[in-house]
């Protein structure tokens, strides 16, 4: 039958299991769009990072395919969007140590600063 059960199961065995089997049909069901779905998303990125750059205006920014899965899961995209967090604060971190390396080499000594006298205060 289409459910996955047996004509023994359906005529023979509890009558719950009916309800037990179409639940799980359903949920397969569910599981195999969801599957196509992704299928589909990872086409088309797969169409944009080669056709949609063949196309694309030249100096504009290429599209690329991703480097990793899509997260499925509610803890795959809580992972995802701490990495990324992680991500960013080390390149903020790595930005504000290079902007006070520049400043530190910038800065003047004392003896040259205009409002000292030999590395004292007037």
Not at 10 to 35: C, G, I, P
Request: positive net charge; proline residues 5%.
């Amino acid at each position: 039958m289409s459910i996955g059960m047996t004509y023994d199961e359906f005529w023979n065995q509890d009558v719950t299991m009916v309800r037990a089997f179409r639940k799980s049909y359903e949920l397969k069901r569910r599981q195999q769009n969801e599957m196509l779905w992704m299928q589909g998303l990872y086409v088309r990125d797969a169409l944009l990072s080669t056709v949609g750059n063949m196309f694309a205006k030249k100096g504009s920014t290429p599209i690329e395919y991703p480097d990793e899965p899509y997260p499925v899961t509610a803890a795959q995209v809580a992972e995802k969007e701490a990495a990324e967090r992680r991500k960013m604060e080390e390149r903020m971190k790595a930005d504000l140590m290079a902007l006070a390396a520049r400043m530190i080499k910038q800065k003047m000594p004392c003896e040259a600063h205009p409002n000292t006298k030999g590395g004292e205060n007037k």
